[in-house]
């Protein structure tokens, strides 16, 4: 059974924001969910750390502003600071969510952690900021055996009313995101409070930490970010699988089975629940959920993805390039998919194909790691070719 969390790692949202978690709040008590007996006290982090200007930060906005804001005004030279020959000059990195100097010292970073630097360099300049959750379609990921839901947030700076701040060329505000300017400008924003911002970080440290096996960490953080925004249900759904992988089983089902009521037919809450009961031996309850999680969700997330995968491990390479392709029609940013086809068009002694798709796992990795081993890869073919 499939165990998943909901992270911000292009930046998420799992179930909407309605009022409905408001009502979880006044039914349980939001502080009825937590348990910190169970977890040992770990330093959290406090929204000025968040979103903290450092002093090279400061010094970055004397130099590169000062001489640009009079012409074009402070948003677009801000934005012009940070993307050069139309591209920021972050390094798009999926492992790590980091504060405001994190991201600026390190040049690395998701769209949160953009959002964060570029909101921490905007209110030191005076300007206003607006955040936005922008409507994407699922986008599933995994690692380490954990399924994450991803979503994706940008930034308005600047007065959002008076200008249209997807057109680049008016000085009154601005949109920065990782995303093309052609492709964001087509997606629907809707605008959000800096508490459901902090929220959202928050919620993605915690899913890191669970990650990375640090649960006591993963549940401060988790809780902070129930705390900040009440209305987020991802981070309520981290909070419950994080209860689940720490082995507090009750405490877990008590949260995931809150969440059920206010949204019987989110699957990832479904999914999680199926699996709580289920470790509990509660094999009927469980069973009867997973049928009921199967129709509303008839092909599971990796499904096709796995397929291949063992279809490559018993050679069948024709199955396993249907199946590879049935996961990148499901979900086009799937790298790992691409690599799945250089390997099978790799055994089928057809390069050029295998190239393409190796070309398409490095351009689609979200961190250096994956990037470095797949262009150590890419280079191998082009030896390959030539010989």
């Known amino acids: 059974m499939r165990e998943a969390i909901a992270i911000l790692a292009l930046l998420l949202v799992v179930g909407g924001c309605s009022s409905q978690p408001v009502q979880l709040q006044k039914q349980l008590g939001i502080e009825q969910l937590f348990h910190d007996t169970h977890f040992a006290p770990v330093n959290g982090l406090s929204v000025a750390e968040i979103f903290s200007a450092d002093d090279r930060m400061k010094d970055f906005l004397d130099k590169e502003i000062s001489p640009q804001q009079r012409r074009d005004g402070k948003p677009r030279a801000l934005f012009d600071a940070i993307n050069r020959n139309g591209r920021f000059w972050?390094?798009?990195d999926s492992r790590r969510t980091r504060?405001?100097?994190?991201?600026f010292d390190s040049?690395?970073?998701?769209?949160?952690?953009m959002v964060i630097m570029a909101s921490a360099l905007a209110k030191a300049l005076g300007l206003e900021v607006h955040y936005q959750k922008i409507s994407v379609e699922d986008v599933w990921a995994r690692d380490v055996g954990t399924l994450i839901l991803v979503g994706h947030v940008n930034l308005v700076i600047g007065d959002r009313h008076w200008s249209d701040p997807y057109n680049r060329t008016t000085p009154l505000s601005i949109v920065v995101d990782f995303l093309p300017l052609e492709?964001?400008?087509?997606l629907r924003g809707v605008e959000i409070s800096e508490a459901a911002i902090v929220a959202m970080f928050l919620n993605?440290?915690?899913a890191e930490e669970l990650i990375a096996g640090?649960?006591?960490?993963?549940?401060?953080?988790?809780?902070?970010?129930?705390r900040t925004d009440p209305s987020f249900l991802g981070a309520i759904n981290t909070l419950g699988v994080i209860y689940r992988r720490h082995r507090n089983l009750p405490e877990a089902e008590v949260v995931f089975r809150a969440m059920?009521?206010?949204?019987?037919?989110?699957t990832l809450v479904l999914a999680n629940l199926t699996a709580t009961l289920k470790d509990q031996g509660k094999f009927e309850e469980s069973n009867e959920l997973a049928q009921r999680l199967r129709k509303l969700e008839p092909v599971a997330p990796f499904h096709f993805m796995d397929a291949a995968n063992e279809a490559l491990a018993k050679g069948d390479f024709e199955e396993a390039r249907v199946n590879f392709k049935l996961e990148l029609d499901r979900n086009p940013g799937a790298h790992e998919a691409h690599f799945g086809l250089t390997r099978v068009y790799l055994e089928l002694?057809?390069?050029e194909a295998a190239r393409d798709h190796l070309r398409e796992a490095v351009r689609l990795s979200g961190n250096r790691e994956d990037q470095e081993r797949y262009a150590n890869k890419l280079d191998r073919l082009r030896i390959m070719s030539v010989r």
């Not at 504060?99 to 991201?103: D, G, K, L, R, Y």
């Not at 040049?107 to 952690?113: E, F, I, K, L, Y």
Request: charged share 35%; proline share 2%; net charge negative.
């Open 183 to 186: 492709e964001a400008r087509g």
């Open 214 to 226: 640090h649960l006591d960490a993963a549940y401060g953080l988790a809780r902070d970010a129930v």
């Open 107 to 113: 040049r690395r970073g998701n769209c949160m952690s």
């Open 260 to 266: 059920l009521e206010r949204e019987p037919d989110n």
């Open 349 to 351: 002694g057809k390069l």
């Open 99 to 103: 504060t405001a100097s994190e991201t």
């Open 204 to 206: 993605n440290r915690a």
């Open 90 to 92: 972050l390094e798009y």
